[in-house]
Every structure is written in C-alpha cells, then in structure tokens.
C-alpha cells in the first residue's frame, strides 16, 4: 500500500476503539477510560487507510495559549516506516499553531522528534508496582471544593502554564490531597484510576519531602493496588519510589519545541506528572 492511500482526519470518539487497538498493540495500559477523558481534553488526528482501518493517532491537548502537549503518537506496527507519524506530527502542530510544545518520546519516536524541532529537556521515569503497607503521614488533608483555585495555582507555578481544563478534569474523576501551612495550601497531588489500577500525579510541592508525603498518603490507603506514578529523573523522587516496591519500568525522554524557560529556583516544583501523555 503506498502512502497516498493512508489519509489524516479528525478524531472523533468513533475511533476510540480501534485507538485502544493500537496502545495495546503498543504495550501501553490506556482503557477505553483512559483514551475518552485523553479526548475530552484534547483535538485528535487519525490516519485512515482506503479500506477505513486506523493505522495511526495523535493527540494535541492545549492548555489555552500557553502550551500544549503532544501525546498518544502511534502507528500500527504494519504501517511502520511509511511517514505516517511525520504526517500526524505536522497535523498536530499546524492545529498547535504558535503555541510552545511539549511531549515525552520514545527511543523509537526520538529521531522524528529532533528532525522536526523538539530539545531534549530531561528524563521521565515510570515507576510502577503492588502498593505494599505503610504508616498514613499525618500532615495531609483531603481537598474540598474550595481548595481547587489554590491548586490550579500552584499547578500553574510548577507547569509554566494555565491547566485549568486538566484540574478541574481530575478532581471529577479523581481525589486531591493537600499539605496546608499558615492555613494556606503549599502542595497538592492527584489520584485517579489508569490503566491496570491507579495513578498518583500531579504531584506539585515546595520540596522532596512534601512530595513524599502527598504520595504516602496515597499509598497508604491503598495497600495491595497496582500503583503508576511518572516522574522526572531530576526530582529525586525516583531512587524513594523503588525502595517502596514501585519499581521503574521504563518512560521517555521530555522534550519541548522551544525550550522551556522557567524560574531558575521556582517556588514549586513538578515532582510526578498527570502521566507522560498529559504532562
């Protein structure tokens, strides 16, 4: 088949099936879950050959002008090396207009990405593993309602952009925690379900210990679950993580196109994303 038969349109929630063929068919855990609320925060391109089959997928979820992430690039393995990927890419970032990008590749996916612009920015690490019994840390409360504005804020600090869509999003399909000090919220960190159990993330705090904490008390009250939680090699997080039996199972490598510019000692810090696909 040559290539001219392969055409790129609109994503619509009449691909979700056959897009939760190809993350099987590439190892990733998405359910059909996973992939609905992907598409309910993002514009979606598909690569359709002349006898209708998806061969291929990109998501864009913007985060109003500020940014946006480029995430769930797959191709069927049969399709491979036809410059499909190139052609989603360009869709993507034609729709991404003059928004900064950012995506966490894989070894496969690397070289495109530097061809078409994108630096490396660091190292995301999946840990993952059965969550095993340990003391709940006391510091920690359940966010309400009123808790959000200061969440989005801090999220905004730590991300270098406006994720109102993907906060907000989280607290209808998952819980919040946080750490208050002087009756104000220094940190917070999400759960929601993904994939073969849960994830922890964002996680978003002042320092290394905070962060613990917030994932502890995750941890905590789900002893026997299967537990993700994705983050940056540089945070310190990693090395804590796997002396808890979360054990690291790959990630990618963080890029953006341009480079992202934040505060050379910023008051909060990312230390575990939504996941690699969301930032």
């Known amino acids: 088949m040559q290539i001219i038969d392969i055409a790129i349109a609109p994503m619509g929630v009449e691909h979700l099936e056959d897009a939760v063929r190809l993350s099987r068919q590439s190892g990733w855990p998405h359910r059909p879950e996973d992939w609905r609320l992907a ?5 979606g391109f598909v690569a359709i050959t002349a006898s209708g089959k998806v061969a291929g ?10 940014c946006a992430t480029i995430n769930m690039v797959i191709v069927d393995e049969s399709m491979r090396g036809r410059g499909l990927g190139r052609r989603l890419m360009e869709a993507a970032m034609a729709l991404a207009g003059d928004r900064p990008l950012r995506l966490v590749a894989t070894a496969d996916g690397l070289p495109l990405y530097e061809r078409l612009g994108f630096r490396e920015t ?27 504005s200061s969440i989005l804020d801090l999220d905004r600090q730590a991300y270098g952009a406006d994720r109102t869509s993907l906060i907000r999003k989280l607290a209808d399909v998952g819980q919040y925690a946080v750490i208050r000090r002087d009756s104000q919220i220094s940190a917070f960190a999400a759960v929601r379900s993904f994939g073969r159990g849960d994830v922890i993330g964002p996680v978003v705090a002042a320092n290394l210990d905070d962060a613990k904490s917030l994932v502890s008390h995750f941890i905590s009250s789900r002893t026997g ?15 804590w993580l796997t002396d808890l039996g979360l054990a690291p199972v790959g990630g990618g490598i963080a890029m953006a196109r341009p480079a992202i510019i934040l505060p050379a000692t910023p008051a909060v810090t990312t230390f575990a994303l939504a996941n690699q696909a969301l930032g």
């Open 39 to 43: 598409l309910a925060l993002s514009d």
């Open 57 to 66: 997928t990109i998501l864009l979820t913007s985060y109003g002008r500020d």
């Open 122 to 148: 660091g190292t995301i690490v999946q840990h993952q593993g059965i969550a095993v019994a340990i003391a709940a840390p006391q510091n920690i409360q359940v966010a309400n309602a009123a808790d959000l």
């Open 225 to 239: 679950a299967f537990l993700r939680v994705d983050t940056g090699i540089e945070t310190g997080l990693a090395p």
